[in-house]
């Protein structure tokens, strides 16, 4: 197989395993859009995809939704966007949405990837566009995105992981810096003690009797030295 064909098949797994079963749409669109492919062409009834990519263009043949000669219904907007908003809700299978489509009368649709359009033809030249949101992505879903299928499961677990180690080293440095203010506050309780004993026994020398003088003629000093 070629590179763009790896490629291709390697993001339709992630998308896979990653889209949500509401909404799914733009999860998935995005996955391709980030594995470098820039539009995705359908056929209809013949469930033909052409997809186009910075490593070349690659052509999927999937289910025929009919086989013979068949009349081609009218484009009908209205069904075709009711079509859409079963889709978008989650509610039947893509070859259903499919179906729907085709029998609205689309006999092709065009995904613009990077413009986050997708364009809905008749066979008489008719069209319906749609543009899709950019998908609001966290650090883990555009991690999700890029990993290969079944590491959702354990990334979740690993960030989860790293949330709880970070919230126990927050605490242990909160700890650690509570406990130095602690302590540089009671160092400074005790200079402040110590001098302010100095300073009590210092200030009657110069206004009465010294209380260490006292203390010496009561003979109370006698063993140190003077």
Same mark, same amino acid.
């Given at each position: 197989?070629?590179?763009?064909?790896?490629?291709?098949?390697?993001?339709?797994?992630? *998308?896979? *395993?990653?889209?949500?079963?509401?909404?799914?749409?733009?999860?998935?669109?995005?996955?391709?859009?980030?594995?470098?492919?820039?539009?995705?062409?359908?056929?209809?009834?013949?469930?033909?995809?052409? +997809?186009?990519?910075?490593?070349?263009?690659?052509?999927?043949?999937?289910?025929?939704?009919?086989?013979?000669?068949?009349?081609? $219904?009218?484009?009908?907007?209205?069904?075709?966007?009711? *079509?859409?908003?079963?889709?978008?809700?989650?509610?039947?299978?893509?070859?259903?949405?499919?179906?729907?489509?085709? /029998? *609205?009368?689309?006999?092709?649709?065009?995904?613009?990837?990077? @413009?986050?359009?997708?364009?809905?033809?008749?066979?008489?030249?008719?069209? +319906?566009?749609?543009?899709?949101?950019?998908?609001?992505?966290?650090? +883990?879903?555009?991690? /999700?995105?890029?990993?290969?299928?079944?590491?959702? $499961?354990?990334?979740?677990?690993?960030?989860?992981?790293?949330?709880?180690? $970070?919230?126990?080293? @927050?605490?242990?440095?909160?700890?650690?810096?509570?406990? %130095?203010?602690?302590?540089?506050?009671?160092?400074?309780?005790?200079?402040?003690?110590?001098? /302010?004993?100095?300073?009590?026994?210092?200030?009657?020398?110069?206004?009465?009797?010294?209380?260490?003088?006292?203390?010496?003629?009561?003979? %109370?000093?006698?063993?140190? @030295?003077?």
């Amino acid at each position: 197989m070629s590179r763009a064909i790896d490629n291709l098949q390697a993001a339709q797994k992630r *998308a896979v *395993a990653g889209r949500p079963p509401v909404g799914g749409f733009p999860f998935l669109a995005e996955t391709l859009r980030r594995a470098g492919i820039t539009r995705n062409i359908w056929l209809l009834p013949a469930c033909q995809s052409l +997809y186009l990519s910075s490593d070349g263009a690659v052509i999927v043949q999937g289910n025929p939704l009919l086989s013979g000669a068949v009349d081609v $219904a009218p484009f009908n907007e209205q069904a075709l966007i009711k *079509a859409l908003r079963t889709d978008q809700a989650g509610e039947g299978t893509f070859t259903e949405f499919l179906t729907a489509a085709w /029998r *609205a009368g689309v006999i092709r649709y065009d995904v613009d990837l990077l @413009g986050r359009t997708v364009t809905y033809e008749g066979c008489l030249g008719e069209t +319906y566009r749609e543009d899709y949101p950019p998908l609001a992505t966290s650090a +883990y879903d555009r991690a /999700r995105a890029v990993l290969p299928p079944g590491f959702s $499961a354990q990334l979740l677990q690993l960030l989860a992981t790293l949330g709880r180690v $970070a919230a126990f080293v @927050g605490a242990i440095r909160f700890g650690l810096h509570t406990a %130095r203010r602690l302590v540089a506050g009671f160092s400074v309780g005790i200079r402040t003690s110590v001098l /302010r004993l100095a300073r009590s026994l210092a200030r009657p020398r110069g206004v009465g009797v010294s209380i260490v003088g006292l203390l010496r003629r009561r003979g %109370r000093l006698t063993t140190f @030295g003077r």
